[in-house]
């Protein structure tokens, strides 16, 4: 069993940057491939980042390439998400998932355990 719980959420201006972290739970999760995804109102969850359990993998959905980092820190337990030159279209309730597996980390459905949410919102 993996808890994670993310922090660093908060009100910025459009241009401005934040860092989410996501702290986990467990012995075991440098074995963890680890993801962001994303949800706004009215809108279903979407992928955002991800990254394999060593670090040496990460995937980005096209809207964050250049803007979004992820990275992690396995003896601190921690995945990090740093996300600069935010847009008003950045604003959602940000997840970070973990999985057990390398396997269809840019949906959902690839993930076995959820954190509760960090909100973000970018005003233009």
């Known amino acids: 069993q993996v808890q994670l719980v993310e922090s660093g959420g908060g009100l910025v201006q459009a241009g401005d940057s934040l860092r989410l972290s996501c702290a986990a739970s467990?012995?075991?999760?440098?074995?963890?491939?680890m993801g962001w995804f994303r949800q706004a109102p009215g809108k279903e969850r979407e992928f955002v980042a991800a990254?394999?359990?060593?670090?040496?993998?990460?995937y980005y959905a096209d809207s964050v390439k250049g803007r979004f980092t992820i990275s992690r820190d396995n003896a601190k337990n921690t995945v990090y998400f740093q996300m600069n030159s935010l847009k008003p279209e950045d604003t959602a309730v940000y997840y970070c998932?973990?999985?057990?597996?390398?396997?269809?980390?840019?949906?959902?459905?690839?993930?076995?355990?959820w954190g509760q949410g960090t909100q973000v919102t970018v005003s233009s």
């Open positions: 998932a973990a999985a057990r597996v390398l396997a269809q980390v840019t949906t959902r459905y690839g993930y076995d355990y």
């Open positions: 467990g012995r075991t999760f440098n074995s963890y491939t």
């Open positions: 990254i394999s359990w060593n670090g040496g993998r990460t």
